[in-house]
């Protein structure tokens, strides 16, 4: 049975694309997270941006996710829930792809 994955891609209010993941990325659903983050890297490209891959709201992601990340490193930057900051650095990913720490709830509302 697939684990629980939702993904979205959409333009921000500043016209960045950006891939939205809510869930847990793992073996289970592996296929559907690296086919959109695939078209939607192609698509940032076309334009000549780079992806953002808000993972704010993924507190779990296995290594066939870090692979599908590093995969597409040239053209993505990361927005990281905080429990996944220590996975990206281990990986390494950090060095090749830029990495933001999602903000809480409540600090995201006042910024």
């Known amino acids: 049975m697939p684990t629980a994955l939702t ?3 959409a333009r921000s209010e500043d016209g960045r694309l950006v891939l939205t993941a809510l ?3 793992d073996l289970s659903n592996i296929d ?5 983050l695939g078209t939607a890297a192609t698509a940032a ?3 000549g941006e780079r992806l953002t891959v808000d993972l704010s709201e ?3 992601l296995d290594s066939a996710a870090i692979n599908a990340l590093f995969s597409r490193a040239d053209h993505i930057q990361l927005v990281a829930h ?3 900051i220590s996975i990206l650095t281990m990986s390494g990913l950090n060095k090749l792809v830029h990495v933001e720490p999602a903000q809480p709830e409540g600090q995201q509302a006042e910024a």
């Not at 559907?32 to 959109?36: I, L, N, P, S």
């Open 23 to 25: 869930g847990e990325i």
């Open 45 to 47: 490209a076309s334009t």
């Open 58 to 60: 993924v507190e779990y």
């Open 82 to 84: 905080p429990l996944l």
């Open 7 to 9: 993904l979205e891609s």
């Open 32 to 36: 559907a997270f690296d086919q959109a």
